[in-house]
């Protein structure tokens, strides 16, 4: 079985602009895609995105819209000190604890697949751009693949389970309780239905079986 290659090129997209997305600081560039963005109609990303294009649609100019952006998203994720919405998975599962076992467990998943965060950027491993980087990174290899089903997307699924997806919604809802600009809890609703929707999509695509039972035991 092989699957679409134009799937698997947005999915590296997807994953590569959320990694950007939450990439201390934000730029023109960045947000110039974030406002040429399009979705289709019915995708549960589309009131997200639309919130964080209204956002950047506000009459002033994108200069001052990255300014302004940047400035909060130092107050939300970047600090100094500890933050409204900390971005990293030890705080949410080891009682607000940094740099704790969910850091060390994802280094060991980075070191299997031979990859390591550029020596420049200094962030814990469990970092959310890290983690969304290394999944851009499983994607790429996938749609190198020709999109053969098999042990990368296996891995993108079991990292999803296992150590993005337990934090992720108690970050997310943190960065919207947090947040004093819409295009921040935009991003958040954002994050988690992308997540949530390539989750969901991935279990489908490598146990078609066990969704079709699921899918037939609802109906009855």
């Not at 109609?41 to 990255?66: F, G, I, K, W």
Request: glycine share 6%; net charge negative; hydrophobic share 45%.
């Amino acid at each position: 079985m092989t699957l679409d290659q134009q799937i698997l090129l947005e999915r590296v997209g997807l994953y590569s602009l959320l990694r950007a997305l939450y990439s201390f600081p934000l730029t023109e560039a960045l947000l110039a895609t974030v406002a040429g963005l399009s979705v289709e109609p019915d995708s549960p990303l589309t009131n997200p995105l639309r919130q964080m294009q209204v956002r950047l649609s506000q009459n002033e100019s994108l200069a001052r819209t990255v300014e302004a952006l940047n400035v909060e998203m130092t107050r939300l994720l970047e600090g100094p000190g500890l933050t409204p919405a900390p971005p990293y998975a030890s705080y949410y599962l080891h009682g607000r604890q940094l740099m704790g076992p969910a850091a060390q467990k994802v280094r060991q998943v980075y070191w299997q697949w031979q990859v390591a965060p550029d020596s420049k950027i200094n962030l814990p491993a469990d970092h959310l751009t890290l983690e969304l980087g290394f999944l851009a990174h499983l994607a790429q290899l996938t749609a190198e693949s020709g999109g053969e089903v098999g042990g990368v997307l296996a891995a993108s699924r079991d990292f999803l389970r296992q150590h993005l997806w337990p934090w992720l919604p108690r970050f997310c809802a943190a960065l919207t309780t947090a947040s004093a600009d819409p295009f921040f809890s935009g991003l958040a609703h954002f994050t988690q239905a992308a997540i949530q929707s390539d989750l969901v999509w991935l279990e489908a695509v490598l146990n078609p079986v066990a969704v079709e039972a699921t899918e037939v035991v609802s109906l009855n």
